[in-house]
């Protein structure tokens, strides 16, 4: 347990973009290759609307929901803050590639990781230091099933504009996204293209240092839809 909410906050906002997920259903890390093969597309899209909900974010979050479930590539960016007494800012950024892996740079402060996830090897470097394969699967990050979770799981649909929902997402739902939260449920925005892809998201949060309750900020961006190379292993 953290002694300082500074570290506290920390270790307690890591799952957000550390482990998304425990076991990448994109790239197979958590099991089997034939894990990983049925795992790939989401299930059908269910409805998250409310009897407050309104009918074109409803549609609107439907939308993204099922293309989600079709795009081949598309990269991220991800800023995570935690205001702390010292804020701590994550920034995450990298490529999803189905049927291939996940590969991203992972900076807190000073330091950047490197991961790349691809069917059947892990490969990590501290930059600008040597790639080394880990011997045994490590959970990695996961934007598709998170992002899916967090479609899948907002309430209180409301219409921004007609590009943009905002609602919340219940603690049991953030869970699911690996995104941090107290007994109260997360603020998320979500913006869709013409095209029905994500292009922003943002969320609003809270969580515990000790006994310090701490905000957490993320926004995240994706682009690129189905443009992405195929991921190789590094030389």
């Known amino acids: 347990m953290a002694r300082t909410p500074q570290r506290g906050a920390r270790s307690a906002a890591a799952p957000l973009v550390l482990v998304l997920a425990a076991a990448v259903g994109l ?8 894990a990983a093969d049925t795992a790939q597309t989401p299930a059908a899209a269910s409805s998250s609307a409310t009897p407050s909900a309104d009918t074109q974010a409803t549609a609107l979050l439907a939308k993204a929901t099922t293309t989600l479930s079709s795009d081949r590539s598309y990269r991220f960016d991800a800023l995570e803050t935690v205001a702390a007494r010292t804020p701590v800012t994550t920034h995450v950024a990298g490529a999803v590639v189905r049927s291939s892996g996940v590969s991203y ?35 990695v990050a996961d934007p598709t099933t998170s992002l899916d979770a967090i479609l899948r799981g ?20 953030a869970k699911s996204a690996g995104i941090p939260t107290t007994t109260e449920p997360a ?47 590094p030389v």
């Open 187 to 233: 603020q998320v925005t979500v913006t869709v293209d013409a095209a029905g892809h994500v292009s922003r998201v943002t969320v609003h949060t809270s969580t515990q240092a000790g006994t310090t309750p701490v905000a957490v900020t993320l926004v995240t961006s994706y682009s690129a839809f189905d443009r992405v190379p195929a991921l190789r292993r």
């Open 154 to 173: 907002m309430t209180g649909l409301r219409s921004v504009n007609a590009t943009t929902v905002a609602g919340t997402l219940p603690p049991a739902a």
């Open 27 to 34: 790239t197979g890390c958590g099991g089997s290759d034939h």
């Open 105 to 139: 740079s992972l900076t807190v402060g000073h330091t950047t990781t490197q991961v790349l996830r691809i069917k059947g090897a892990t490969y990590v470097r501290k930059v600008p230091g040597k790639w080394a394969k880990l011997q045994k699967p490590r959970p």
